[in-house]
Nanobody, 124 residues
Framework: VQIVESGGGLVQPGGSLRLSCAASGFTFGSYVLSWFRQAPGKERERVSCISRSGTTTYYSDAVKGRFTISRDNSETAVYLQMNSLKPEDTAVYYC??????????????????WGQGTQVTVSS
């Protein structure tokens, strides 16, 4: 199993970034995919989740209306478009896969596979 995130970096407040996650080694279409983030000294939190078919998405209140998750099952990839970025969005962002539904899979312990993370820093 391999999950590799990319697309992080330094961006000014109000800017945008698009994170990508390339997955292989498991039955991609059988898993829901989530983006988590972890800031220094804080717990890892789920930012967004997308269902197996891609028709249902979930967002945390902190990012709703600013972030958009999508997936391409043919390419075994998932994306996170982040707009109107704020300094409080600064964190390491992780891509992860779970066999449960997005509704139930809210916590890191419920996820089977993880990437190594990509750093997002929002600062002027």
């Amino acid at each position: 199993v391999q999950i590799v995130e990319s697309g992080g970096g330094l961006v000014q407040p109000g800017g945008s970034l698009r994170l990508s996650c390339a997955a292989s080694g498991f039955t991609f279409g059988s898993y829901v995919l989530s983006w988590f983030r972890q800031a220094p000294g804080k717990e890892r939190e789920r930012v967004s989740c997308i269902s197996r078919s891609g028709t249902t998405t979930y967002y945390s209140d902190a990012v709703k209306g600013r972030f958009t998750i999508s997936r391409d099952n043919s390419e075994t990839a998932v994306y996170l478009q982040m707009n109107s970025l704020k300094p409080e969005d600064t964190a390491v962002y992780y891509c992860s896969a779970a066999r449960e539904t997005c509704f139930s899979a809210r916590f890191p312990r419920q996820y089977d596979y993880w990437g190594q993370g990509t750093q997002v820093t929002v600062s002027s």
